[in-house]
């Protein structure tokens, strides 16, 4: 019997240490108490179960994944302007990977995954009921304001995320919907999740919703998924209705008109006044490619580098402090552009690496094994790390753990399925929807 509570504890324990770092995400480095343990959880596995380790083909996949960013960010520490801080940033990298491998080991039956997928799914609920509480009285369910009016950081506070988080997590908040509720579910969630992208005012969210709704579409076909037209016409339908509603928000309206006004110019100007500078950005980071192309100019050496690459007038250089040394942007907000400047091109060799292992072998495993939870853990990873994406750096640690722990859970829930699931489609599989 109490070998038996043993083993219902340790099954627990991913899904509390995965809800807990979830549900903390939106306070601060909170977060990295419950990764820490779950790193030292790692290790101890590492440990205690090396020839698995070995053989385990979720933790190979894994550390190849994780090696694609890691050793890019070491080799770029030679020549980096800031050396300690990036040698302590590369090291502190490990708790991302070994929480990961923890991950993998511990959620190793459907059960949990299915479980897990249904307690993320209500956290990532909660935080969007919470943002619309905030939309509608200014305040959220905390007390809790937006520190943009023109913006919705629900549980965030003042750390303009909500919009890229819930990207994170749509894939597999609608998954689990669909599969707990079905389709009124699905026709219910999937217009609440793109209208909050929308109010959080992410504007670099708003392009990654159209790639998780592109792979969603090919997913769909490949599997041959028939959903009904009412369901697709409806959920499109609600999605219409309540953006257009929002359009009308005075806060929301001035963004939206101040983006399509500088898109639909010529003017290098004014398009660069409606991507917040980023062509200023982009035009500076590429300077820095091209003067340290081998190694970039170190890991999160970014923005202490950019003051000597920027013109006397940048913008993001005249935003530093008075009285202390001039600095820039913190990232190059631009996935390829960001990994170029940083670690120069072993990180773009990484980064091919990575993407031909998320969108090519990956993709094709999961297509393969046919299964709702393994497929919304990969459009979330289709969302962060399309190569036409403008977000946070792949190695700040707030996103950083955001993004590993979504990788450890598409993971351990692909080589699962594919484990004890396999070619039996009967339970979970996409159905026929006529």
Not at 28 to 54: P, Q
Not at 208 to 235: E, T, Y
Not at 313 to 333: I, M, N
Not at 392 to 400: G, T
Request: aromatic share 14%; glycine share 8%.
């Amino acid at each position: 019997m109490i070998s038996s509570l043993r083993r219902s504890g340790w099954a627990d324990l991913p899904i509390v240490l995965v809800a807990l770092t979830v549900l903390s995400q939106p306070f601060g480095v909170a977060f990295e108490l419950f990764t820490l343990i779950m790193a030292i959880l790692g290790v101890r596995h590492l440990i205690i179960n090396d020839n698995h380790f070995r053989r385990s083909s979720g933790v190979k996949c894994f550390t190849l994944l994780f090696a694609c960013f890691w050793i890019p960010a070491l080799l770029s520490l030679p020549d980096a302007y800031m050396l300690k801080k990036g040698a302590i940033d590369a090291l502190g990298m490990l708790r991302f990977y070994l929480a990961g491998v923890f991950v993998i080991h511990a959620a190793s039956s459907v059960k949990v995954h299915e479980r897990l997928a249904r307690v993320v799914a209500v956290i990532v609920i909660f935080w969007i009921v919470d943002a619309w509480v905030q939309f509608v009285f200014s305040a959220g369910i905390f007390g809790i304001v937006s520190y943009s009016s023109s913006r919705v950081s629900g549980l965030f506070g003042d750390d303009p995320v909500l919009g890229w988080m819930l990207v994170v997590y749509m894939g597999i908040t609608v998954a689990a919907v669909y599969q707990w509720i079905g389709k009124v579910g699905f026709l219910i969630i999937l217009p609440v999740l793109v209208a909050t992208i929308f109010i959080s005012g992410n504007r670099g969210a708003w392009l990654a919703v159209a790639w998780v709704f592109l792979f969603a579409v090919i997913i769909a076909a490949l599997w041959r998924v028939k959903v009904s037209k009412k369901v697709v016409l409806g959920s499109f339908f609600v999605m219409g209705v309540v953006i257009a509603g929002l359009s009308t928000n005075e806060g929301l309206k001035g963004r939206i008109t101040h983006t399509f006004q500088g898109l639909g110019t010529a003017d290098y100007a004014s398009l660069d006044r409606a991507t917040a500078y980023r062509l200023t950005l982009w035009s500076t980071a590429v300077d820095m490619v091209e003067d340290n192309w081998i190694n970039g100019v170190g890991l999160k050496s970014f923005r202490y580098a950019y003051p000597d690459y920027a013109e006397p007038d940048d913008v993001y250089v005249l935003r530093s402090p008075e009285g202390k040394p001039k600095t820039g942007a913190f990232h190059g907000h631009q996935i390829v552009i960001d990994a170029l400047a940083g670690t120069g091109l072993f990180g773009l060799i990484g980064l091919l690496v990575a993407f031909w292992l998320v969108f090519w072998r990956l993709f094709w495993q999961a297509v393969k094994i046919k299964q709702w939870i393994p497929m919304g853990y990969y459009c979330g990873m289709a969302g962060v790390l399309f190569p036409i994406n403008t977000h946070l750096s792949l190695y700040k640690a707030y996103w950083a753990q955001a993004f590993w722990l979504l990788a450890a859970l598409f993971v351990a829930s692909l080589f699962t399925y594919a484990r004890e699931v396999g070619d039996d489609t009967k339970n979970s599989s996409p159905q026929d929807e006529s």
